[in-house]
């Protein structure tokens, strides 16, 4: 089992064990603010799930249907993650304004306080394992749960807080308040997945930064006297470079083999993390403007 597979095993597990936990208390407390809390684990679990069948399928190999792999799925996954985190703080948001319309009284203060501190402490730990593995594989699935987490821990948090702040207060708009800022936190903290997700399927560019990087490694080999369409894009942790290197057309195919792959090694050392699939294909003369109509 791959280290990704092995975070999604581990995260799945975590927010399953919060989730019975929260919804228990949330339900016979009547807070909106742990409820809330519970929903998002009970939204983390399946997501977690979901998320392990995603990399199951992006690591299999390319073949005759699909040509360049099933990377995408990961970019997939986290729109619809995205778009599940948004609907559930909606939900919450709806149960904030139902408390705060009804004025009801939150119940089983005391239990509540110890269950999110015990659900903070798990929720600090599995993050710092996720943001490893993410930062390890490159995952944009990985990358996503550690990020849905992250946004768990400050919800956890904010959740102690209200508790607390209700308990010794006895007001109840704190619960209310806090509970419907979560909800609307949960909602911003989902457009980046979205929008990231959205963004690989529509084949984007790599980082400017990574292809400046590139193109400097073109122009420092004496053998290339120039180079054109140079397109770029990413699938999971795969990076897809595309070039036309143009050399003397006196130069052997040889030569000009050799350059293209001293290249090629440069391109995979800018970071060795990523799987680089490159193209380069090797034109006598500079055939830029005969091809610009397909640029």
């Known amino acids: 089992m791959t280290s990704q597979k092995k975070a999604t095993v581990v995260s799945s597990s975590v927010a399953a064990l919060l989730t019975l936990i929260k919804l228990a208390i949330g339900i016979a407390s009547g807070s909106v603010a742990v409820l809330a809390s519970a929903i998002d684990s009970v939204l983390d679990m399946f997501v977690s799930i979901f998320n392990y069948f995603a990399i199951s399928n992006s690591e299999k190999p390319a073949d005759k249907i699909f040509n360049y792999g099933r990377g995408k799925i990961e970019a997939l996954a986290s729109v619809i993650e995205g778009t599940i985190i948004t609907i559930s703080g909606l939900f919450l948001l709806y149960q904030a304004v139902q408390k705060a319309i009804n004025n009801q009284a939150s119940q089983f203060l005391e239990i509540s306080i110890y269950v999110m501190i015990i659900s903070l402490i798990i929720t600090i730990l599995l993050v710092i394992y996720l943001s490893y593995i993410a930062k390890k594989t490159n995952s944009m699935v990985i990358k996503a749960d550690a990020l849905h987490y992250k946004t768990d821990v400050f919800s956890n948090l904010a959740v102690l807080i209200s508790l607390l702040l209700v308990t010794f207060t006895g007001y109840e708009i704190i619960d209310v308040i806090v509970g419907g800022g979560i ?113």
Not at 199 to 225: F, H, M, S, Y
Not at 227 to 255: D, G
Not at 257 to 262: L, Q, R
Request: net charge negative; charged share 30%.
């Open 183 to 295: 909800a609307l936190y949960i909602i911003y903290s989902a457009y980046e997945l979205i929008h990231d997700g959205i963004l690989v399927l529509l084949d984007r560019a790599v980082d400017e930064g990574l292809v400046l990087k590139i193109e400097e490694i073109i122009k420092q080999n004496d053998k290339v006297n120039t180079y054109h369409l140079l397109k770029t894009r990413e699938a999971a942790n795969q990076t897809f470079v595309e070039v036309h290197l143009v050399f003397n057309c006196l130069i052997t195919l040889m030569e000009a083999h050799k350059a293209s792959d001293f290249i090629e090694n440069s391109i995979k050392k800018l970071d060795e993390k990523r799987d680089w699939i490159i193209n380069i294909h090797m034109d006598p003369y500079d055939d830029f403007k005969l091809n610009d109509t397909n640029h």
